[in-house]
């Protein structure tokens, strides 16, 4: 379907993928879109990769995106980015927060942490937009606010205006969770691509 | 106005609408959201049963006295529940039956990959497949409805991804449906030979009825497209195909079993090319076969594994989108881990001291399998852990028994591991067996069980005593112990261990990640006395890393539980004082 949005979101378990991808179905669902999401529970939550599907536009059928086709890939963990990466389409955008989670060959000393992922995703055909969310997170008031400063830099891409978002975020999160959540947005939605606008 | 729905709990909703009045079911990925979303419901009576055996019998009872029952598990429980299945098949319902099984193409979190439509064949029990989050509650009601008309149990299969996709729809209200009077219609549930064998005759004819249906039930849909190819397919195998071949012809089934042999027969006539597209076994592609009809199927689509966009597109297409090449190879995969804190990791680390084989089971601590823990030998299924141990001391004899155990959880053991324990006392054995007690049904995400005082609702239940059923079955040696206290968990399994007689040893901590865990201010490396001897990594604690240089704990994950410090032989992990005094 040429007209379906796909965004996948990769992080690693506990980090909140879930939450997020909740966020960008409900913003479709209230603008009118179909949607489907796919996301993985059980086991693979246990500190695991955790991979979920958002895809929206007038008729959408699988609930996953097709590999090499994704139009967004939101990664809240470096080594999880460079994993998925190959999902986008060629020209595709990766938003990328900048923190490192080691996972288990790394902890025991096995391999190293991949070096220069940010470079590496530069070589490729895609837009890169890195970030430390984390930072950014644990200012807004809470550090496991990262999925929201990533979803505010997607709000930001695409230019929806933020109130709309907020609205959003106000029915899908517990009242005393909101404030937190509308300052980590704000961060992300504030910040600005490295590539021009318009383009 | 439009929802967006899971498709667990979109079954859920449709069991509501439905009238469902009772729900049971035993956790299991990817089926239990089902439940927990049942629950919610306060008109239905739900609960988690021991098993997915006793679910089923609690549900059939519901059904003979008159409510709709809904029983929900993953497809493995299947195989636990089989027997009151294929049972219930001749007697058949009074209120409507239906039985929600989730099957795991891919394994993701399940051990094997069985495809649920063979068991609908075997019980001669129709089989009903969403494809998305609208038809989950939309067949639940066809589902009911089927039921009660054919006087059947019915099998609503999902896969993983249909039961954890989201899709729009369009709740509805709940429709009244009475409480039947209760069924004592004579010999109708009692499966004597001489009642049953008469039953037999009418759950061959309901069958005739059921093939009948398929052909007219709108259920499953003919879309003619604008090509000479068509794709017989079903459930999440669906959505891929449209997205695949949008101008092809399509026959969707979104009743599985039995099929419409005439209606295929007569579509597919109609086309030139007929591919069949089913996640796992062939079994449409099977019986068209034998119908006679030309199809090409697992010839271009795996048997292994689940299907996908891409998958269906190279098998029938031969094309792929445009890839991006990556520079990004051999990069280090991120298994799941025992939490920080986790109850499971002390008991295995002293079973790994000892050297022990160790027959496991299925939980959260099956991770202990995989390094560095590495000392789990084997999981076959639920429950199978305490048995098997046994059958290994009958092959090897009483030395063997002091250097083996068998590991269960609190959850595992009740729904199929006290019989094993019951067969080894009956039998003279000499096991000693370990429940690793952390409360709660954690791999599934939290569900309660016999042992956690709660039932699923929240209310307040007997937390059953491990220690009381052992003695109860005349087990001498009990023991409990703290999971975290290492010296005495090495202690009690060498004292049992050497003992010719049946023991159990019970440990204790509540799953880390429950709210009622106790979490402590995080634990220091002090760079003075650290060697980097790399001991405490041998534990597997994803708070623990090596930076080629020192050992360090991270601040955000360590939740003090002073396993690595117990272990490391310099001293060098300390407690530090809480910010603000008063005791750490
Ligand atoms: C027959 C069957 N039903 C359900 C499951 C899913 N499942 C696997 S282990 C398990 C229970 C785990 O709980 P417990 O034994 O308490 O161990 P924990 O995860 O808490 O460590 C469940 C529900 C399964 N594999 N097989």
Excluded at chain 1, 87 to 99: A, E, F, H
Excluded at chain 2, 153 to 175: K, S
Excluded at chain 2, 238 to 257: D, H, I, T
Excluded at chain 2, 444 to 459: D, I
Aim: with cysteine; net charge neutral; proline share 6%.
């Amino acid at each position: 379907m040429k007209d379906t949005t796909n965004i996948l979101i990769a992080a690693v378990g506990g980090q909140g993928a879930l939450l997020a991808s909740k966020i960008l179905g409900a913003f479709a669902t209230a603008r009118g879109d179909d949607v489907k999401m796919s996301e993985i529970h059980g086991m693979a939550q246990r500190g695991g990769s955790v991979v979920t599907h958002v895809r929206f536009g007038e008729k959408v059928f699988s609930p996953t995106i097709e590999q090499g086709s994704a139009d967004v890939l939101l990664a809240f963990e470096m080594l999880e980015a460079a994993r998925h990466a190959a999902m986008l389409k060629p020209g595709g955008t990766v938003i990328v927060n900048t923190q490192t989670i080691a996972p288990l060959p790394v902890l025991t000393n096995e391999m190293p942490y991949p070096a220069d992922i940010i470079g590496n995703l530069k070589k490729m055909n895609l837009r890169v937009w890195h970030t430390d969310a984390l930072d950014l997170a644990r200012r807004a008031g809470h550090v496991k606010t990262v999925n929201t400063v990533l979803i505010g830099m997607y709000a930001r891409m695409t230019g929806d205006p933020a109130e709309s978002w907020l609205k959003v975020l106000a029915e899908n999160l517990p009242p005393k969770l909101y404030k937190v959540n509308q300052a980590a947005f704000t961060a992300g939605y504030n910040l600005s691509p490295p590539w021009t606008e318009q383009e | 106005m439009k929802t967006l729905m899971l498709g667990n709990e979109a079954i859920a909703r449709g069991a509501w609408e439905a009238g469902v009045r009772v729900a049971t079911a035993y956790p299991g990925t990817p089926s239990t959201e089902v439940t927990e979303y049942i629950a919610q419901y306060k008109e239905i009576d739900a609960e988690w049963s021991v098993n997915e055996k006793v679910a089923l019998e609690v549900a059939i009872g519901a059904s003979v006295a008159g409510a709709r029952a809904v029983c929900t598990m993953k497809h493995v429980g299947l195989n636990v529940a089989m027997d009151p299945l294929l049972s219930i098949s001749y007697p058949g319902v009074n209120a409507g039956l239906v039985v929600v099984v989730a099957d795991d193409p891919g394994q993701h979190s399940s051990q094997n990959e069985q495809d649920t439509r063979y068991f609908g064949m075997a019980g001669k029990l129709p089989v009903l497949e969403p494809s998305d989050s609208r038809e989950c509650r939309d067949f639940m009601i066809r589902a009911f409805e089927i039921s009660e008309e054919f006087d059947t149990p019915v099998i609503v299969r999902t896969t993983t991804r249909v039961a954890h996709a989201y899709g729009l729809l369009e709740p509805g209200g709940r429709m009244d449906v009475p409480l039947r009077e209760y069924d004592s219609r004579f010999g109708k549930y009692m499966v004597a030979p001489a009642f049953s064998r008469r039953r037999r005759v009418v759950a061959e004819e309901r069958l005739g009825k059921l093939r009948e249906f398929a052909e007219t039930t709108d259920l499953n849909i003919y879309e003619n497209g604008s090509s000479d190819t068509c794709i017989i397919t079903g459930s999440i195998a669906y959505q891929y195909c449209r997205e695949v071949m949008p101008n092809a012809g399509f026959c969707k089934l979104g009743l599985s079993y039995p099929l419409p042999e005439r209606k295929l027969k007569d579509f597919c006539g109609q086309h030139k090319k007929v591919f069949v597209v089913e996640e796992l076994e062939p079994i449409f592609e099977q019986h068209l076969k034998a119908l006679g009809v030309p199809v090409i199927g697992k010839a271009k689509v795996p048997v292994i594994g689940e299907l996908s966009t891409e998958i269906v597109r190279k098998g029938l297409t031969d094309t792929a989108p445009e890839p991006v090449s990556t520079p990004f190879e051999n990069l280090p995969v991120r298994p799941p881990v025992l939490c920080p804190g986790c109850h499971h990791r002390g008991p295995f680390y002293v079973m790994k001291k000892l050297k022990l084989k160790v027959a496991g089971d299925i939980g959260c601590y099956t991770l202990t399998a995989s390094p560095p823990l590495s000392i789990m030998d084997t999981a076959i299924c639920m429950g199978a852990g305490i048995g098997m141990a046994f059958g290994m001391q009958k092959a090897r004899g009483k030395d063997f028994a002091g250097k083996s155990i068998a590991v269960i959880g609190d959850s595992t053991f009740w729904h199929s591991g006290m019989t094993g324990l019951v067969d080894i006392v009956y039998n003279r054995g000499i096991t000693t067996v370990v429940i690793l007690d952390n409360s709660i049904t954690a791999m599934t995400g939290h569900q309660e069980n016999p042992s956690s005082g709660r039932t699923l609702n929240g209310e307040s239940a007997p937390a059953l005593s491990f220690a009381d059923f052992a003695k109860s079955i005349g087990i001498k040696h009990v023991r409990e112990v703290d999971a975290f206290n290492l010296k005495e968990l090495e202690t009690v399994m060498r004292e049992e261990l050497a003992r010719e007689e049946p023991s159990v040893i019970i440990t204790k901590r509540t799953c880390i990640l429950h709210p009622c865990a106790v979490r402590h201010f995080p634990l220091k490396v002090n760079p003075d006395l650290c060697k980097s001897c790399m001991k405490c990594l041998s534990i597997g604690c994803p708070a623990i890393s090596f930076d080629g240089d020192k050992v360090k704990i991270d601040q955000v994950l360590c939740v003090g539980c002073e396993l690595c410090a117990g272990i490391c032989p310099f001293h060098a992990i300390e407690k530090q004082p809480r910010p603000g005094g008063g005791p750490a």
